[in-house]
């Protein structure tokens, strides 16, 4: 088991940039995927990117070429980084030890993240 906590969101104008990070309660030597993960108002949750041990990465169709992923092991950290963000951005967003194909076991308590003017 981990904990994870994120920090970084708040309220940015569109076209604006924000900067996620998640800090993890242990090595994340060992933890083969991180995953960040969006909830918006009356939506599922959905995963946004993942990262793995050998920095393979994915993300969904709609943050293609406008978010990155990263990791830091010796950090203990995932960080996601967001630029050119849309309204439509706007949600509670979560880390979690998991991504495309791989349920998490464990999320963060999420950061809010609302894009508006």
């Known amino acids: 088991q981990v904990q994870l906590v994120e920090s970084g969101g708040g309220l940015v104008q569109p076209g604006g940039s924000l900067r996620l990070s998640c800090a993890a309660s242990?090595?994340?030597?060992?933890?083969?995927?991180m995953g960040w993960y969006r909830q918006a108002p009356g939506k599922e949750r959905e995963l946004v990117a993942h990262?793995?041990?050998?920095?393979?990465?994915y993300y969904t169709e709609a943050v293609k070429g406008r978010f990155t992923i990263s990791r830091d092991n010796a950090k203990n950290t995932v960080s996601l980084q967001m630029n050119s963000l849309k309204p439509e951005d706007t949600a509670v967003y979560y880390c979690?030890?998991?991504?495309?194909?791989?349920?998490?076991?464990?999320w963060g308590q999420g950061t809010q993240v609302t894009v508006s003017s």
């Open positions: 990262i793995t041990s050998g920095d393979n990465t």
């Open positions: 242990r090595s994340m030597f060992s933890i083969y995927i």
């Open positions: 979690a030890n998991g991504g495309l194909g791989v349920r998490p076991r464990d």
